[in-house]
Nanobody
Framework: QVQLVESGGGLVQAGGSLRLSCAAS????????MGWFRQAPGKEREFVAG????????YYADSVKGRFTISRDNAKNAVWLQMNSLKPEDTATYYC????????????????????WGQGTQVTVSS
């Protein structure tokens, strides 16, 4: 079973940037599609960004398109989420997730389709 550990969250002013990291415990990570999700208090967990196992395909929620970038390095068992031009509405706990059933370039966007989850990292954007 893959263990996922997120880091890089924190408090930042609106317009600032953060880079979230997700480290995976196993090399089988390289065959999984990966996603970032977020959950604000009182709200459902929502898709933010996803990347295919090869890194050749990425997909973003409309709310972050053009501001966030997802990337991965399978040799390092790691995936990142670069977040620029942050807004107060980006405040949430951010989770890294792995889809071990991923096929080709498909990136899924619903939480229940992901098999492994990290513990989350808090991102707070002040206005």
């Amino acid at each position: 079973q893959v263990q996922l550990v997120e880091s890089g969250g924190g408090l930042v002013q609106a317009g600032g940037s953060l880079r979230l990291s997700c480290a995976a415990s196993e090399r089988t990570f390289s065959s999984y599609a990966m996603g970032w999700f977020r959950q604000a208090p009182g709200k459902e967990r929502e898709f933010v960004a996803g990347i295919s196992w090869s890194g050749g395909s990425t997909y973003y929620a409309d709310s972050v398109k053009g501001r966030f970038t997802i990337s991965r390095d399978n040799a390092k068992n790691a995936v990142w989420l670069q977040m620029n031009s942050l807004k107060p509405e980006d405040t949430a706990t951010y989770y890294c997730a792995a889809d071990r059933h991923a096929i080709g370039s498909v990136v899924l966007t619903t939480p229940y389709e992901y098999d492994y989850w990290g513990q989350g990292t808090q991102v707070t954007v002040s206005s």
